[in-house]
T-cell receptor, first 115, second 115 residues
Framework: NAGVMQNPRHLVRRRGQEARLRCSPM?????VYWYRQLPEEGLKFMVY????????ESGMPKERFSAEFPKEGPSILRIQQVVRGDSAAYFC?????????????FGNGTRLTVT | AQTVTQSQPEMSVQEAETVTLSCTYD???????LFWYKQPPSRQMILVIR??????QNATENRFSVNFQKAAKSFSLKISDSQLGDTAMYFC????????????FGAGTRLTVKP
């Protein structure tokens, strides 16, 4: 049973370019979460999605960041016109639809470096 | 809003000895879930242990156990017979009972197990 799959593992972008991070949840999981981790810090919640729906995006920056979880295919976190401050590790997590109290299962993260 | 505090940025322990990592949290909810995650250098987030606030019994998983003090809002992790592979960042996390789309993490404790 494959875990949460994130790709790429490392992503380097120049300032102003776009970054696309992909996440395939565990089989049977329909809830996807994106977190950001700055160096030496904990994870900060960004967005929570179910298939074709954004449930909570209260942690997402208002500009340049967007997320989707289409009916088919992986969830995508998109960062437009990246800046150096976007450099971080981005983690995706998933949980089953049964919900309450289910621990989140994390992917290995994508480390984004903006040069 | 719920906050999670880990007051020990770094700790070290000799192999085979016992170490306790501290975590406190703030919430007005009476039911919720608490977790400890381990993040080794590989960066993967690994669930170590889970506690349901409505259960008085402290959770245990092999060498890992918690001391859950609900009134004090304290949730410490004890690692017995420490092994070199336990070297990692450890994050305490809080999840509301009805709001499982926002898992709050502490800033983490870096644990080093010395041979």
């Amino acid at each position: 049973n494959a875990g949460v799959m994130q790709n790429p593992r490392h992503l380097v972008r120049r300032r102003g370019q776009e970054a696309r991070l992909r996440c395939s949840p565990m089989k049977g999981h329909s809830h996807v979460y994106w977190y950001r981790q700055l160096p030496e810090e904990g994870l900060k919640f960004m967005v929570y999605l179910q298939k074709e729906n954004i449930i909570d995006e209260s942690g997402m920056p208002k500009e340049r960041f967007s997320a989707e979880f289409p009916k088919e295919g992986p969830s995508i976190l998109r960062i437009q016109q990246v800046v150096r401050g976007d450099s971080a590790a981005y983690f995706c997590a998933s949980s089953p639809p049964s919900g309450f109290g289910s621990p989140l299962h994390f992917g290995n993260g994508t480390r984004l470096t903006v040069t | 809003a719920q906050t999670v505090t880990q007051s020990q940025p770094e700790m070290s322990v000799q192999e085979a000895e016992t170490v306790t990592l501290s975590c406190t949290y703030d919430t007005s909810e009476s039911n919720y879930y608490l977790f400890w995650y381990k993040q080794p250098p590989s960066r993967q987030m690994i669930l170590v242990i889970r506690q349901e606030a409505y259960k008085q019994q402290n959770a245990t998983e092999n060498r890992f156990s918690v001391n859950f003090q609900k009134a004090a809002k304290s949730f410490s992790l004890k690692i017995s017979d420490s092994q070199l592979g336990d070297t990692a960042m450890y994050f305490c996390a809080f999840m509301g009972f009805y709001n499982n789309n926002d898992m709050r993490f502490g800033a983490g404790t870096r644990l080093t197990v010395k041979p």
